[in-house]
């Protein structure tokens, strides 16, 4: 079954709310960290797609509910955020063929005398 995404993600942005008033130090240090790539050379819509592409990557649910919401906002079309997605497909099964020889690198290491 399919999430509730709205839903979803106003727990996610709450139970944040949560770690701020407990610590604020933690959410404001994330903030900073997130704002820290900004250099204006990227568009908003582009870093959206970015980070949407890095969520599935991650299987990030409550990062897919913010940046698909965040992707839209700044505009972002389903075409777009299908071939962003395209992309987190394609890189993600290439690491695993490029990381798959690690796997033949330690079967050699421990087989061979």
Not at 24 to 34: H, N, T
Not at 84 to 109: E, K
Request: with cysteine.
């Amino acid at each position: 079954m399919m999430l509730d995404w709205n839903a979803y993600q106003s727990a996610v942005t709450a139970g944040v709310a949560g770690i701020g008033k407990t610590n604020p130090a933690i959410v404001r240090g994330y903030r900073e960290l997130s704002n820290a790539g900004e250099s204006g050379v990227l568009d908003r819509k582009t870093r959206e797609l970015i980070a949407l592409a890095v969520s599935v990557t991650r299987q990030c649910d409550g990062c897919i509910t913010i940046h698909t919401d965040a992707a839209i906002q700044h505009g972002a079309t389903r075409e777009e955020i299908v071939e962003a997605l395209g992309v987190a497909i394609s890189v993600n099964a290439g690491a695993a063929l490029v990381y798959s020889t690690r796997v033949l690198d330690a079967y050699q290491a421990k087989t061979t005398p």
